[in-house]
């Protein structure tokens, strides 16, 4: 026989446990705009996602698209620029997000799933008022910190079987107010509204770096903190180690950060006995088995 199709059902048998394990679970996934390559790479991404709820598994999908951002400002003659990770967002600069990411990225990734035969819907923050925000710091201008979520939209659309795809934009207080949110901050505090068993961070590094550059398989929220205060955590793995500490305490099962351009990364993590990338476990699943 096909020595493929031998390795083929050999590894669909060793999935067994973790389809068990996973079946009913929400899974949110933030889909990084550095983890979204080409038309290939994005319906490679979709059926993943369909495959997951095929299985019984409920994927919520966050995106970012941050490049995607860069690339119109840039047309439009705007200059732009990060503080800790996140982009100092004026008026100007705020409706070019909201246009990319809740237009361009989020249609791009809801119709792919729907090419791949799911069902998938794309929504904001601002949908249901999903996600409330507070400006997050005065220097930062229009970027938002959620306040308040709202997630019964999203546990009404995975009910029905859809896939939300969320993107980062949120709701303010007042009327009328749009905030850029960072896409690791809206998945955290999705995450952690939803009660996830996992949140993971699809981005273009196979996880956290220590300080001589080798990726940790295993961290803690300790370590992470350790590893901001020196430095070893800069730039965009910044919110996304705020987000895990935000996600952990917020009672989310696991945090995973992995290469989300690895093909098949999704499912390496959650069906393989290796799995992939930087784990960070919460109370809730430190006395489960560990498979790594
Ligand atoms: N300790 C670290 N380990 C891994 N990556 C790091 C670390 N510190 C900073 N980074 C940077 O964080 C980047 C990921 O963040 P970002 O570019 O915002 O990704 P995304 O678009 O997926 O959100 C990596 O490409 C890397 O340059
Ligand atoms: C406040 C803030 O930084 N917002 C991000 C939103 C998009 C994002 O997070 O994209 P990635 O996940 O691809 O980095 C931005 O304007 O770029």
Redesign the pocket.
């Known amino acids: 026989m096909n020595r493929d199709w031998i390795a083929t059902a050999r590894t669909l048998s060793e999935a067994l446990p973790y389809l068990q394990r996973y079946s009913g679970a929400t899974v949110v996934v933030k889909f990084?705009?550095?983890?979204m390559g080409d038309d290939a790479a994005m319906a490679q991404f979709a059926r993943d996602m369909v495959l997951m709820r095929q299985v019984g598994i409920a994927p919520v999908v966050v995106h970012?698209g941050?490049p995607m951002i860069n690339a119109m400002l840039d047309k439009l003659g705007i200059e732009s620029s990060f503080v800790r990770?996140k982009r100092v967002t004026d008026k100007a600069t705020v409706e070019v997000v909201e246009m990319i990411l809740s237009g361009l990225v989020n249609k791009r990734i809801v119709q792919a799933i729907n090419d791949a035969g799911g069902r998938a819907v794309g929504i904001s923050g601002k949908d249901d008022d999903l996600m409330v925000c507070e400006a997050d710091d005065p220097e930062l201008g229009f970027v938002g910190r959620p306040v308040e979520m709202n997630v019964q939209v999203l546990r009404d659309l995975t009910a029905a079987g859809i896939i939300p795809v969320v993107a980062p934009v949120g709701t303010g207080m007042a009327d009328n107010e749009t905030f850029n949110v960072n896409?690791?901050t809206a998945a955290g505090a999705i995450a952690g509204a939803l009660n996830a068993d996992r949140l993971l961070l699809?981005?273009?590094?196979p996880g956290?770096?220590d300080a001589r550059g080798e990726v940790i398989r295993e961290t803690t929220p300790a370590e992470i903190r350790a590893?901001i205060a020196d430095g070893?955590?800069?730039?965009?793995?910044i919110p996304?180690a705020e987000t895990v500490l935000y996600a952990i305490e917020a009672g989310v099962r696991a945090v995973v950060i992995l290469d989300g351009r690895l093909p098949n990364a999704p499912l390496i993590e959650l069906f393989t006995d290796a799995g992939a990338g930087t784990i960070v476990r919460g109370a809730a699943s430190a006395a489960r088995p560990r498979r790594r």
């Open positions: 990084g705009g550095n983890a970012g941050g990770g896409g690791d699809l981005t273009d590094v956290i770096k590893m070893t955590i800069s730039g965009g793995m996304k």
